[in-house]
């Protein structure tokens, strides 16, 4: 581990490479030698695979602040802006630094600038979003009022079928009880005509006279 660490020290990245693997493949292998190896494998321009060293160290230890600040250097170099601030931002709050501090610094207007236009972007869809149940609101309510008035127009046109049904029907009621107060009237005046023919027959007949008949009446 020591020698992994000297070789580092001198820029033998490749030696310090090989030292700190087969470190690890000895066993026991520990945080801090993941650290150690993703920050070598950093500098030789490997970010993926430091990320992955990086990622085994802090699951090793949670509070590694060196495997977060060497894996959010990592994550720089991929221009992913949004787990490079966050590793360094939490490396920082665990040991803070000025080279790692000035590393921060650039991410930051990085991500600033990108999480500025995600925001816009989120605004926008829930602009979007909005107007969009806005619109389905005003359009259920529409689709309400217009069942509402064509219920009422039915309603109006059967309540004006069925009045005027119901004034036919007295119409008719009333032709039926005229035609039978008329048949009635005709009725009667033929029975007071006989009546009155009747009367005017036993009248003619001579008084005294004990031949004249009487004049039957039939009703």
């Known amino acids: 581990m020591e020698a992994a660490g000297d070789a580092l020290q001198s820029g033998m990245l490749e030696d310090a490479l090989s030292l700190y693997t087969e470190a690890i493949k000895f066993g026991n292998s520990s945080a801090m030698m993941y650290a150690k190896r993703a920050e070598t494998l950093l500098k030789l321009k490997r970010p993926c695979a430091c990320i992955n060293d990086s990622t085994e160290a802090l699951r090793l230890n949670p509070n590694s602040a060196k ?20 590793d360094l931002t939490t490396g920082q709050k665990l040991d803070y630094d000025d080279d790692t501090a000035d590393v921060l610094e650039f991410v930051s207007k990085k991500w600033k ?3 500025d ?3 816009e972007k989120r605004l926008k869809v829930e ?3 909005r107007k969009r149940k806005e619109r389905e609101y005003e359009e259920k309510v529409a689709e309400a009022k217009r069942r509402k008035d064509q219920a009422l127009k039915e309603y109006e046109e059967q309540k ?5 049904e119901q004034a036919q029907k007295a119409e008719e009621q009333r032709i039926r009880e005229e035609s039978v107060a008329k048949k009635r009237q005709d009725e009667a005046d033929q029975k007071r005509k006989v009546d009155e023919e009747c009367k005017s027959g036993n009248t003619a007949t001579a008084p005294g006279s004990g031949t004249g008949r009487r004049k039957k009446c039939k009703y």
């Open 127 to 129: 602009e979007r979003g």
């Open 113 to 115: 600038i990108i999480r």
């Open 67 to 86: 495997a977060c600040k060497v894996r959010g250097k990592a994550y720089r170099k991929l221009c992913r802006w949004q787990e490079a601030f966050a």
């Open 160 to 164: 004006r079928q069925e009045e005027e």
């Open 117 to 119: 236009l995600q925001n």
